[in-house]
């Protein structure tokens, strides 16, 4: 069983900075990839970033490409997102995931991943 926290989001003006951490227990973290997700209000939830099991390698959605990074920390089984140059339409809920079916590559769908974390809310101010 894996448990996944997400914590760090909250109310900041377009043009601001947050950083999202996402604590995980449970299975050897280190050995899966993860990602983080978004769900802004009244859509449905949408690819973030994603990052490889090592850490080596990082993909993005185009819209956030440039703007967000995410990084991982074994040591410390917890997945970040840092997020510079907020704007109103990165509004959402965040979660962050686990895919504990595959130890390689990176995933950007829904469905690739069995483990959530239950969401940190992200609201950006114009």
């Known amino acids: 069983q894996v448990q996944l926290v997400e914590s760090g989001g909250g109310l900041v003006q377009a043009g601001g900075s947050l950083r999202l951490s996402c604590a995980a227990s449970?299975?050897?973290?280190?050995?899966?990839?993860m990602g983080w997700f978004r769900q802004p209000p009244e859509k449905e939830r949408e690819f973030v970033a994603a990052?490889?099991?090592?850490?080596?390698?990082?993909y993005y959605a185009d819209s956030v490409k440039g703007r967000f990074t995410i990084s991982r920390d074994n040591g410390k089984n917890t997945v970040y997102l840092r997020m510079n140059s907020l704007k109103p339409e990165d509004t959402a809920v965040y979660y962050c995931?686990?895919?504990?079916?595959?130890?390689?590559?990176?995933?950007?769908?829904?469905?690739?991943?069995?483990?959530w974390g239950q969401g940190t809310q992200v609201t950006v101010s114009s």
């Open positions: 995931a686990v895919n504990t079916k595959d130890t390689s590559g990176f995933y950007t769908r829904n469905y690739e991943y069995d483990y």
């Open positions: 449970g299975r050897i973290f280190l050995l899966y990839p």
């Open positions: 990052i490889t099991a090592s850490g080596a390698t990082t």
